[in-house]
């Protein structure tokens, strides 16, 4: 059968120390993409991985790398993600002054690119340039640490994202929606219009992270 949509479990959220393990749950789960968040503690207050991380887990796992900068100077950290093994690279709009630059830099890096958006950032600064992406990026919390809450908002937000997408003959552009999704609220946010869910939280912190994934795939097929 055909998915619904992908399953990307964001990696922040699992032992660090045993990053293989986490990998094979998501394989035995039948997750589909892996989600590498990204932070530098200047555009968001936290620190998490570089490309080195990313080099690392490319070597053990087939699956489809996303990888979510939420970086000042983005387009300093392009390259050696593409390198590194990336698929995807997605950067914030509110942290360039450049976006069609820097999503021409990506996909001359030969990854495909994504632009995301902070809860409170107008839809319509990203409007002009979902044309040139694959992929648009709506957070559904605050970004910069794993656990928040769902805010009840996004899924408006999702629906007039795919409502613009439809409207300007960009269906193949992918609304990704990360931050908060629960097994609880993962349907809603599939029916406003999500094409890929990030979870990160709710799977690796779970007493069976394998059957959590399974049980999302099962909402998403």
């Known amino acids: 059968m055909i998915p619904r949509f992908k399953l990307a479990p964001s990696i922040l959220s699992a032992d660090f120390s045993d990053l293989k393990t986490a990998l094979k749950q998501c394989d035995e789960g039948g997750a589909h993409w892996i989600h590498v968040d990204v932070m530098d503690n200047q555009f968001v207050p936290?620190?998490?991985?570089g490309p080195p991380i990313v080099k690392s887990i490319r070597h053990k796992t087939k699956k489809f790398i996303d990888v979510h900068m939420m970086v000042i100077n983005p387009e300093k950290l392009v390259e050696p993600f593409a390198r590194a093994g990336a698929d995807n690279i997605t950067f914030h709009i509110e942290a360039t002054d450049d976006p069609e630059g820097i999503i021409e830099f990506i996909k001359s890096c030969g990854c495909k690119a994504g632009v995301s958006v902070k809860p409170?950032?107008?839809?319509s600064d990203i409007y002009?340039?979902?044309d040139k992406v694959d992929?648009?990026?709506?957070?559904?919390?605050?970004p910069g640490f794993g656990g928040q809450s769902y805010l009840p908002d996004s899924n408006e937000r999702i629906?007039?994202?795919k409502q613009y997408l439809n409207?300007?003959?960009?269906?193949r552009v992918l609304i990704e929606v990360d931050g908060g999704i629960k097994l609880h609220n993962v349907s809603k946010v599939l029916d406003s219009g999500a094409d890929v869910i990030?979870?990160?939280?709710?799977i690796f912190k779970a007493d069976d992270p394998v059957q959590t994934i399974q049980e999302f795939c099962l909402t998403v097929e």
Do not use: F, R
Not at 120 to 123: C, E, G
Not at 198 to 202: I, K, L, Q, T
């Open 46 to 49: 936290n620190l998490t991985v």
């Open 167 to 171: 409207d300007n003959c960009l269906d």
């Open 159 to 161: 629906s007039q994202t």
């Open 128 to 130: 002009p340039i979902l």
């Open 120 to 123: 409170k950032t107008l839809l």
């Open 135 to 142: 992929l648009v990026l709506i957070m559904s919390v605050e």
């Open 198 to 202: 990030v979870a990160g939280s709710e």
